[in-house]
T-cell receptor, first 114, second 110 residues
């Protein structure tokens, strides 16, 4: 069975600070990797995804993530956060043969102070 | 755009009641899912379905059942609601490895 671990439960930053949220997964086979975001009171939205190819993936709203296969990691980054990035962020993984069902990490709450 | 619609955003039910949560998707996706979301636990898979009338248990199926009589509709059933089933329930559908989520149903069991 696969599992996903997010390193931080709650991250607090000031605007313009750089962001890196850690995500590690455990699974022996080939996986697809995702980051989702949930803004307060809203539904989950896909930030970015990695299926294959260039391990540096760019998503919406200036976010990017890097897949490091040797470390089983898929960390999310943004060079300069804004107040509007305040949200909960979820890392998720699915096995290529799993009908698309996702295993999620516990989530990281990001609070950005103006 | 893919649309996954959950019939109720907010429900309050009594302990022991039978509860139905309905979900409809409009993109002819084969796969559909029910997750619950709890603070500090992320999203956990309850059940999923990969075709009409086909279903498989996820990580936390106890106390739940599902029904998929038509491709576009996937229902989650709480046979006898309990207070520990108070949660946010998310329906999703997928194609080509990408999952699309509905807005969620907040269920409170009192």
């Amino acid at each position: 069975a696969q599992s996903v671990s997010q390193h931080n439960h709650h991250v607090i930053l000031s605007e313009a600070a750089s962001l890196e949220l850690g995500c590690n997964y455990s699974y022996g086979g080939t996986v697809n990797l995702f980051w989702y975001v949930q803004y307060p009171g809203q539904h989950l939205q896909l930030l970015l995804k990695y299926f294959s190819g260039d391990p540096l993936v760019k998503g919406i709203k200036g976010f990017e993530a890097e897949f490091i296969k040797s470390k089983f990691s898929f960390n999310l980054r943004k060079p300069s956060v804004q107040w509007s990035d305040t949200a909960e962020y979820f890392c998720a993984v699915n096995a290529r043969t799993s009908y698309g069902k996702l295993t999620f990490g516990q989530g990281t709450i990001l609070t950005v102070h103006p | 755009d893919v649309k996954v619609t959950q019939s109720s955003r907010y429900l309050v039910k009594r302990t022991g009641e039978k509860v139905f949560l309905e979900c409809v998707q409009d993109m002819d996706h084969e796969n559909m899912f029910w997750y619950r979301q709890d603070p500090g636990l992320g999203l956990r898979l309850i059940y999923f379905s990969y075709d009409v009338k086909m279903k498989e248990k996820g990580d936390i199926p106890e106390g739940y059942s599902v029904s998929r009589e038509k491709k576009e509709r996937f229902s989650l059933i709480l046979e006898s609601a309990s207070t520990n089933q108070t949660s946010m329930y998310l329906c999703a559908s997928s194609t080509k490895g990408t999952i699309y989520f509905g807005e969620g149903s907040w269920l409170t069991v009192v």
